[in-house]
């Protein structure tokens, strides 16, 4: 009988620790049977348009992401918890999307690895779109690629000479809530230094992130803030004749002169807003994107000069979901007087669920990026995409 009681003992001290900690395997997969996407461009009058490119069976990336994570929890004890986290896409390497580790407790939480800056890409929660990954979307201005339409004359909100979305040695800080409000900092520097012998000695990225949210009842509310510095060392000048060091300077190739390097300023903010009426959610944001810079020395170019505004609505409607929403914008360089780009586009979805962890996806999207004045015909774009699928979470 002791050593029964003994055993028992054991057994649940071995309990409570392992209880102490978790590894969680969840995920999400698409089967996407029909997919359309169509790209109509301004290069010729009239328009030419692409031939419509249909998925098959087993296409995926359509509506979501299809992904497969790795959850880690450790209860430290005194109120702290530490968490791991590896997610990986479909034909991503592993954990190629997010790797992070978190420390949280009522301090808040700080979180280091590679993610998505909550200040960074926040706006998507006031958007309405029901998908970042179909066309349409305020935060797939510049995704989904096909054919060449990423050649377009238009601005990326996320993606660029300044990289503001997933990225590595991200540290962040969120604060537990107070009243509703929830404030979260960010800083990023990704630096490549090579040796001194290299033509590019050393190409750098610096971010600062800086995000506030609010939520009470049916209202919530979020503004970002980044600012961002791109930059690379000077080309180092080479000889006539100098040793292939570096790949550029080969035996008996012509010299090599030095360069400035360049320097690339970034911000990214936005302000967003959404309110749960019972029948239908409401939806508003406005993103605005500026950058400035170029070979050090010479007059700095503006590169990126985007502003937009979306406005979005969700109905929920038994086991189905209605959502509908459209953006407009501008890109403000102009190539002559008064020819701004105008940016707009719109996604409409039905996601009817089958169980908690099942649904049926229809949903179309468009992107357009139209020049004003005389250049406007050869500088037209339209992206067009349309989906029919099955999503599942596990």
Known sequence: MKKTLIALAVLTVSGASFAQSTVTLSGILEIAPIRSTKLTTGAGVPEVSTAVKAGNLGQHNTWSTSVLNFTGVEDLGGGLKATAVMISGVGDGFAARERTLALSGNFGTVRFGRFVPAASAGFHAFSGSGSATLVGSIYGITTNSVGNETTATHNPLHNGIAMFER????????????????????????????????????????????????????????????????????????????????????????????????????????????????????????????????????????????????????????????????????????????????????????????????????????????????????????????????????
Do not use: C
Not at 316 to 325: H, K, N
């Open 167 to 394: 990225q590595d040695n991200v540290l962040q800080y969120t604060t537990p809530t107070i009243n509703g409000f929830t404030a979260n900092f960010a800083i990023v520097n990704n630096t490549t230094d090579s040796d001194a012998a290299a033509l590019t000695d050393k190409i750098e990225g610096k971010q600062t992130s800086v995000h506030l949210g609010y939520s009470a009842g049916p209202l919530s509310a979020g503004f970002g803030y980044n600012t961002r510095t791109d930059s690379t060392e000077g080309t180092a000048a080479v000889a006539a004749g100098a040793p292939n060091l570096t790949g550029i300077g080969a035996l008996g190739a012509a010299a090599v002169a030095a360069t400035t390097g360049t320097t690339v300023d970034t911000d990214l903010k936005w302000i967003g807003a959404s309110y749960d009426l019972g029948v239908a959610t409401l939806y508003a944001t406005s993103v605005e994107r500026e950058a400035k810079g170029g070979n050090r020395g010479a007059v700095a170019v503006t590169t990126t000069d985007a502003s937009v505004s979306n406005f979005g609505v969700s109905v929920p409607m038994g086991a189905v979901t209605l959502r509908a929403s459209t953006y407009t914008g501008k890109d403000k360089r102009t190539i002559a007087v008064n020819d701004d780009m105008k940016l707009s586009g719109h996604q409409v979805s039905a996601v009817y669920a089958l169980s908690k962890r099942t649904a049926i996806v229809a949903a179309t999207g468009t992107n357009q990026f139209k020049r004003d004045g005389a250049n406007s015909v050869a500088n037209t774009r339209k992206i067009s995409g349309t989906t029919l699928g099955v999503n599942h979470t596990f």
